[in-house]
Protein backbone atom coordinates (compact mmCIF):
# COMPACT_ATOMS: atom_id res chain seq x y z
CA UNK A 1 0.00 0.00 0.00
CA UNK A 2 1.22 3.15 -0.96
CA UNK A 3 1.40 6.42 1.30
CA UNK A 4 3.17 9.48 0.66
CA UNK A 5 1.25 11.89 2.83
CA UNK A 6 4.00 12.33 5.34
CA UNK A 7 4.61 16.23 5.39
CA UNK A 8 2.77 16.32 1.97
CA UNK A 9 5.67 15.30 0.02
CA UNK A 10 5.47 14.71 -3.71
CA UNK A 11 6.28 11.63 -5.22
CA UNK A 12 10.04 11.79 -6.13
CA UNK A 13 9.85 9.60 -3.11
CA UNK A 14 7.21 7.03 -3.13
CA UNK A 15 6.39 4.93 0.27
CA UNK A 16 4.84 1.56 0.18
CA UNK A 17 3.53 0.11 3.18
CA UNK A 18 3.48 -4.01 4.59
CA UNK A 19 3.03 -4.51 7.98
CA UNK A 20 5.90 -3.92 9.76
CA UNK A 21 8.39 -3.08 6.15
CA UNK A 22 8.30 -0.06 4.58
CA UNK A 23 9.50 0.60 0.87
CA UNK A 24 10.79 3.73 -0.05
CA UNK A 25 11.36 4.02 -4.16
CA UNK A 26 13.61 6.48 -5.49
CA UNK A 27 10.83 8.24 -8.32
CA UNK A 28 12.66 10.12 -10.92
CA UNK A 29 13.32 7.58 -13.41
CA UNK A 30 13.70 9.94 -16.46
CA UNK A 31 16.50 11.39 -14.55
CA UNK A 32 18.02 8.02 -13.78
CA UNK A 33 16.88 8.68 -9.96
CA UNK A 34 19.20 11.45 -9.39
CA UNK A 35 18.89 12.52 -5.96
CA UNK A 36 17.50 16.20 -5.84
CA UNK A 37 17.17 18.64 -2.60
CA UNK A 38 13.73 17.70 -2.25
CA UNK A 39 14.30 14.03 -1.83
CA UNK A 40 17.15 13.72 0.04
CA UNK A 41 15.50 16.17 2.43
CA UNK A 42 12.64 13.54 2.66
CA UNK A 43 14.63 10.64 2.74
CA UNK A 44 16.22 11.84 5.73
CA UNK A 45 12.60 13.16 7.07
CA UNK A 46 11.64 9.26 6.39
CA UNK A 47 14.45 7.45 8.13
CA UNK A 48 13.94 9.82 10.96
CA UNK A 49 10.65 9.36 11.75
CA UNK A 50 10.97 5.52 11.01
CA UNK A 51 13.65 5.14 13.52
CA UNK A 52 11.64 6.14 16.12
CA UNK A 53 8.27 4.13 15.12
CA UNK A 54 7.70 0.90 16.63
CA UNK A 55 5.71 -0.24 14.13
CA UNK A 56 8.26 0.19 11.32
CA UNK A 57 11.17 -2.86 11.38
CA UNK A 58 12.65 -2.99 8.34
CA UNK A 59 13.51 -0.34 5.51
CA UNK A 60 13.64 -1.54 1.87
CA UNK A 61 15.44 1.40 -0.97
CA UNK A 62 15.28 1.03 -4.56
CA UNK A 63 14.67 2.67 -7.71
CA UNK A 64 11.71 3.21 -10.12
CA UNK A 65 13.29 1.87 -13.84
CA UNK A 66 16.72 1.35 -14.66
CA UNK A 67 18.27 3.07 -12.62
CA UNK A 68 18.66 2.74 -8.62
CA UNK A 69 20.45 6.21 -8.41
CA UNK A 70 22.40 8.07 -10.63
CA UNK A 71 24.34 10.31 -8.12
CA UNK A 72 23.15 13.76 -7.04
CA UNK A 73 21.46 16.10 -9.44
CA UNK A 74 24.45 17.89 -10.10
CA UNK A 75 22.51 19.60 -12.85
CA UNK A 76 20.85 21.63 -10.62
CA UNK A 77 23.35 21.96 -8.18
CA UNK A 78 25.58 23.60 -11.01
CA UNK A 79 22.53 25.45 -11.94
CA UNK A 80 22.09 27.02 -8.39
CA UNK A 81 25.64 27.65 -8.10
CA UNK A 82 25.90 29.27 -11.65
CA UNK A 83 22.94 31.65 -10.24
CA UNK A 84 25.36 32.99 -7.39
CA UNK A 85 23.76 30.75 -4.85
CA UNK A 86 26.91 28.51 -4.21
CA UNK A 87 25.20 27.96 -0.72
CA UNK A 88 22.00 26.37 -1.78
CA UNK A 89 24.63 23.45 -3.61
CA UNK A 90 26.16 23.41 -0.34
CA UNK A 91 22.85 22.70 1.56
CA UNK A 92 21.96 19.66 -0.59
CA UNK A 93 25.24 18.29 0.42
CA UNK A 94 24.85 19.26 4.24
CA UNK A 95 21.39 17.14 3.94
CA UNK A 96 22.87 14.13 1.66
CA UNK A 97 25.93 13.49 4.10
CA UNK A 98 23.48 13.96 7.00
CA UNK A 99 20.98 11.10 5.24
CA UNK A 100 24.43 9.26 4.55
CA UNK A 101 25.49 9.53 8.02
CA UNK A 102 21.88 8.65 9.53
CA UNK A 103 21.64 5.24 7.20
CA UNK A 104 25.53 3.97 8.51
CA UNK A 105 24.43 4.73 12.38
CA UNK A 106 20.90 3.51 12.00
CA UNK A 107 19.03 1.07 14.52
CA UNK A 108 17.37 -1.09 12.10
CA UNK A 109 18.08 -2.87 9.46
CA UNK A 110 17.75 -0.65 5.76
CA UNK A 111 17.93 -3.30 2.47
CA UNK A 112 19.12 -1.57 -0.86
CA UNK A 113 18.05 -3.33 -4.04
CA UNK A 114 20.55 -2.50 -6.31
CA UNK A 115 18.84 -3.47 -9.38
CA UNK A 116 20.53 -1.27 -12.18
CA UNK A 117 22.66 2.02 -13.16
CA UNK A 118 24.21 3.16 -9.71
CA UNK A 119 26.96 6.65 -9.24
CA UNK A 120 28.34 8.36 -6.77
CA UNK A 121 25.65 9.54 -4.03
CA UNK A 122 23.52 6.36 -5.18
CA UNK A 123 26.20 4.09 -3.77
CA UNK A 124 26.11 7.16 -0.71
CA UNK A 125 22.16 5.87 -0.53
CA UNK A 126 22.64 2.31 -0.04
CA UNK A 127 26.14 1.22 1.09
CA UNK A 128 25.66 2.75 4.27
CA UNK A 129 23.05 0.69 5.11
CA UNK A 130 23.14 -3.33 6.33
CA UNK A 131 22.23 -4.83 3.36
CA UNK A 132 23.15 -4.69 -0.31
CA UNK A 133 21.14 -6.38 -3.01
CA UNK A 134 22.92 -7.02 -6.40
CA UNK A 135 21.71 -8.43 -9.58
CA UNK A 136 22.83 -8.88 -13.21
CA UNK A 137 21.74 -5.18 -14.00
CA UNK A 138 24.01 -3.97 -11.11
CA UNK A 139 26.23 -1.72 -12.60
CA UNK A 140 28.70 1.05 -13.36
CA UNK A 141 28.66 1.71 -9.12
CA UNK A 142 30.60 4.58 -8.06
CA UNK A 143 33.41 5.32 -10.94
CA UNK A 144 34.48 2.03 -11.03
CA UNK A 145 33.18 -0.10 -14.83
CA UNK A 146 32.50 -3.05 -12.85
CA UNK A 147 29.39 -4.83 -13.97
CA UNK A 148 26.66 -6.98 -12.46
CA UNK A 149 27.80 -9.82 -9.87
CA UNK A 150 31.57 -7.85 -10.15
CA UNK A 151 30.01 -5.49 -8.03
CA UNK A 152 29.74 -7.88 -4.86
CA UNK A 153 33.58 -8.82 -5.08
CA UNK A 154 35.12 -5.96 -6.82
CA UNK A 155 33.69 -2.98 -4.63
CA UNK A 156 31.52 -4.06 -2.14
CA UNK A 157 33.73 -7.13 -1.09
CA UNK A 158 34.68 -4.24 1.79
CA UNK A 159 31.13 -4.69 3.00
CA UNK A 160 29.78 -7.53 4.92
CA UNK A 161 25.92 -8.37 4.02
CA UNK A 162 26.57 -7.83 0.24
CA UNK A 163 24.12 -10.59 -1.45
CA UNK A 164 23.69 -11.09 -5.16
CA UNK A 165 20.38 -12.42 -6.98
CA UNK A 166 20.97 -14.70 -9.86
CA UNK A 167 17.89 -12.75 -12.01
CA UNK A 168 15.86 -10.01 -11.76
CA UNK A 169 12.59 -12.43 -11.16
CA UNK A 170 13.64 -13.43 -7.80
CA UNK A 171 13.87 -9.83 -6.24
CA UNK A 172 9.82 -9.86 -6.18
CA UNK A 173 10.18 -13.53 -4.40
CA UNK A 174 12.50 -11.65 -1.94
CA UNK A 175 11.01 -8.55 -1.42
CA UNK A 176 7.66 -10.94 -0.93
CA UNK A 177 9.25 -12.55 2.04
CA UNK A 178 10.67 -9.31 3.49
CA UNK A 179 7.69 -7.93 3.85
CA UNK A 180 6.74 -10.65 6.33
CA UNK A 181 9.53 -9.51 8.72
CA UNK A 182 8.52 -8.67 11.99
CA UNK A 183 11.29 -7.55 13.79
CA UNK A 184 14.53 -5.83 13.58
CA UNK A 185 16.73 -8.48 14.19
CA UNK A 186 19.63 -8.33 11.47
CA UNK A 187 19.92 -12.40 11.96
CA UNK A 188 16.23 -12.86 10.98
CA UNK A 189 17.36 -10.78 7.81
CA UNK A 190 20.16 -11.99 6.70
CA UNK A 191 18.43 -15.73 6.78
CA UNK A 192 15.76 -14.55 4.46
CA UNK A 193 18.36 -13.39 2.11
CA UNK A 194 20.62 -16.11 2.10
CA UNK A 195 17.78 -18.46 1.07
CA UNK A 196 17.13 -16.79 -2.05
CA UNK A 197 20.84 -14.98 -2.87
CA UNK A 198 23.12 -16.80 -4.54
CA UNK A 199 27.43 -16.19 -5.12
CA UNK A 200 27.92 -17.04 -9.13
CA UNK A 201 31.31 -17.33 -10.60
CA UNK A 202 33.18 -14.25 -12.05
CA UNK A 203 34.54 -14.20 -15.36
CA UNK A 204 37.30 -14.64 -16.70
CA UNK A 205 38.10 -10.78 -17.45
CA UNK A 206 36.62 -9.83 -13.88
CA UNK A 207 38.47 -6.92 -12.57
CA UNK A 208 38.47 -8.89 -9.17
CA UNK A 209 40.96 -11.59 -11.16
CA UNK A 210 43.61 -8.50 -11.14
CA UNK A 211 43.02 -7.41 -7.48
CA UNK A 212 47.38 -8.09 -7.52
CA UNK A 213 47.94 -5.64 -10.03
CA UNK A 214 45.53 -2.94 -8.84
CA UNK A 215 47.49 -3.06 -5.36
CA UNK A 216 50.64 -2.98 -6.52
CA UNK A 217 49.79 0.05 -8.77
CA UNK A 218 47.19 1.87 -6.36
CA UNK A 219 49.17 1.54 -3.28
CA UNK A 220 51.58 4.18 -4.84
CA UNK A 221 51.90 7.31 -2.94
CA UNK A 222 50.97 10.00 -5.78
CA UNK A 223 48.59 10.09 -8.48
CA UNK A 224 51.77 10.01 -10.91
CA UNK A 225 53.17 7.10 -9.23
CA UNK A 226 49.84 5.14 -9.80
CA UNK A 227 50.36 6.28 -13.50
CA UNK A 228 53.32 5.19 -14.36
CA UNK A 229 52.84 2.21 -12.13
CA UNK A 230 50.10 1.33 -14.21
CA UNK A 231 51.86 2.08 -17.96
CA UNK A 232 55.06 -0.33 -16.76
CA UNK A 233 52.27 -3.23 -16.19
CA UNK A 234 50.78 -2.04 -19.13
CA UNK A 235 54.00 -2.35 -20.70
CA UNK A 236 54.72 -6.13 -19.76
CA UNK A 237 51.59 -7.58 -21.76
CA UNK A 238 48.71 -5.92 -23.42
CA UNK A 239 45.47 -5.91 -21.11
CA UNK A 240 42.29 -3.87 -22.36
CA UNK A 241 41.49 -3.15 -18.45
CA UNK A 242 45.15 -1.42 -17.50
CA UNK A 243 44.83 0.67 -21.33
CA UNK A 244 41.28 1.45 -20.16
CA UNK A 245 42.28 2.97 -17.08
CA UNK A 246 45.39 4.44 -17.72
CA UNK A 247 42.88 6.58 -20.37
CA UNK A 248 40.43 7.21 -17.94
CA UNK A 249 42.92 8.70 -15.78
CA UNK A 250 44.53 11.09 -18.15
CA UNK A 251 41.24 12.34 -19.30
CA UNK A 252 40.11 13.11 -15.77
CA UNK A 253 41.16 16.23 -14.34
CA UNK A 254 44.36 16.84 -12.35
CA UNK A 255 43.04 18.35 -9.57
CA UNK A 256 39.99 16.04 -8.96
CA UNK A 257 42.52 12.94 -9.13
CA UNK A 258 44.93 14.51 -6.78
CA UNK A 259 42.35 15.85 -3.63
CA UNK A 260 40.16 12.25 -4.69
CA UNK A 261 43.54 10.28 -3.73
CA UNK A 262 44.33 12.10 -0.76
CA UNK A 263 40.81 11.94 0.79
CA UNK A 264 40.95 8.07 0.47
CA UNK A 265 43.93 7.94 2.21
CA UNK A 266 43.12 10.01 4.77
CA UNK A 267 39.67 8.04 5.36
CA UNK A 268 41.15 4.92 5.58
CA UNK A 269 41.67 5.00 9.63
CA UNK A 270 38.24 7.56 10.14
CA UNK A 271 34.91 7.09 10.95
CA UNK A 272 31.98 7.53 8.27
CA UNK A 273 31.14 10.54 10.32
CA UNK A 274 34.64 12.16 10.15
CA UNK A 275 35.13 11.21 6.22
CA UNK A 276 31.21 13.28 5.83
CA UNK A 277 32.81 16.06 7.53
CA UNK A 278 35.97 16.33 5.65
CA UNK A 279 34.09 15.34 2.54
CA UNK A 280 31.45 18.82 3.26
CA UNK A 281 34.55 21.05 3.11
CA UNK A 282 35.80 19.85 0.02
CA UNK A 283 32.62 20.26 -1.73
CA UNK A 284 32.10 23.72 0.08
CA UNK A 285 36.13 24.49 -1.40
CA UNK A 286 34.77 23.24 -5.00
CA UNK A 287 30.92 24.83 -5.28
CA UNK A 288 33.08 28.53 -4.37
CA UNK A 289 35.71 27.69 -7.34
CA UNK A 290 38.32 28.22 -4.54
CA UNK A 291 41.06 26.83 -6.82
CA UNK A 292 39.73 25.46 -10.04
CA UNK A 293 36.57 25.38 -11.50
CA UNK A 294 37.08 21.97 -12.88
CA UNK A 295 33.29 20.54 -11.27
CA UNK A 296 31.90 22.90 -13.15
CA UNK A 297 33.54 22.33 -16.69
CA UNK A 298 33.22 18.75 -16.30
CA UNK A 299 29.57 19.13 -15.78
CA UNK A 300 29.55 21.73 -19.11
CA UNK A 301 31.19 19.01 -20.67
CA UNK A 302 29.62 15.68 -19.60
CA UNK A 303 25.85 16.78 -18.92
CA UNK A 304 24.88 20.54 -20.04
CA UNK A 305 26.88 20.60 -23.75
CA UNK A 306 27.81 17.04 -23.89
CA UNK A 307 31.06 17.87 -26.56
CA UNK A 308 32.99 15.37 -23.91
CA UNK A 309 35.69 17.67 -24.24
CA UNK A 310 36.67 19.48 -20.63
CA UNK A 311 39.49 21.79 -20.61
CA UNK A 312 40.88 21.46 -17.41
CA UNK A 313 42.63 24.31 -15.36
CA UNK A 314 45.22 23.41 -14.57
CA UNK A 315 45.86 21.03 -16.96
CA UNK A 316 48.42 18.88 -16.14
CA UNK A 317 49.10 16.60 -13.00
CA UNK A 318 52.56 18.68 -12.28
CA UNK A 319 50.79 21.69 -11.97
CA UNK A 320 48.59 20.94 -9.20
CA UNK A 321 50.57 21.82 -6.18
CA UNK A 322 50.25 20.44 -2.81
CA UNK A 323 49.20 23.58 -1.53
CA UNK A 324 46.35 23.81 -3.50
CA UNK A 325 45.45 20.29 -2.33
CA UNK A 326 45.56 21.11 1.22
CA UNK A 327 43.27 24.12 0.68
CA UNK A 328 40.41 21.62 -0.14
CA UNK A 329 41.06 20.32 3.20
CA UNK A 330 40.97 23.47 5.70
CA UNK A 331 37.56 25.57 6.46
CA UNK A 332 35.90 27.57 4.34
CA UNK A 333 37.11 31.25 5.24
CA UNK A 334 33.42 32.34 5.25
CA UNK A 335 32.00 33.99 8.57
CA UNK A 336 28.71 32.23 7.77
CA UNK A 337 30.33 28.83 7.03
CA UNK A 338 30.04 26.56 9.36
CA UNK A 339 31.80 22.52 9.42
CA UNK A 340 29.29 20.04 9.24
CA UNK A 341 27.19 18.95 12.29
CA UNK A 342 25.83 15.42 12.40
CA UNK A 343 23.32 14.92 15.10
CA UNK A 344 24.17 13.02 18.11
CA UNK A 345 23.49 8.92 18.09
CA UNK A 346 23.96 6.11 20.26
CA UNK A 347 27.49 5.28 21.09
CA UNK A 348 27.50 1.93 20.27
CA UNK A 349 25.88 2.56 16.79
CA UNK A 350 28.02 5.80 16.27
CA UNK A 351 31.55 3.68 17.32
CA UNK A 352 31.01 1.22 15.06
CA UNK A 353 30.04 3.42 11.82
CA UNK A 354 34.24 2.98 10.57
CA UNK A 355 34.81 4.07 7.17
CA UNK A 356 34.13 1.32 5.37
CA UNK A 357 36.94 1.80 2.00
Known sequence: MADNSISGKTDQILVEEHSYVRTLILNRPRQLNALSLQMVSHLLELFTIYEEDRNVKLLILKGEGRAFCAGGDVAAVVKDTTDGHWRLGARFFWIEYTLNYIMATYNKPQVSILNGIIFGGGAGASIHGRFRIATENSGNILVLQVQGWMVQRCLLVAWQHTLSLPCEQKLSLLEEALFKVN???????????????????????????????????????????????????????????????????????????????????????????????????????????????DFFEGC???????????KWEPLRLDLVSDDMVNLYFTKVEDEEWEDLKLPARPSLLAASSMAKL
Not at 226 to 231: G, P
Not at 271 to 283: A, N, T, W
Not at 300 to 310: G, Q, S, T
Request: charged share 30%.
Open 183 to 293: TSDPAVVSTIIDKISEHPPLKAKCAYHRLDAINRCFSKRTVEEILSALEKEAANGADNWLSETIQSLKKASPTSLKISLRSIREGRLQSVGQCLVREYRMCCHVLRKDVSK
Open 300 to 310: RAILLDKDRNP
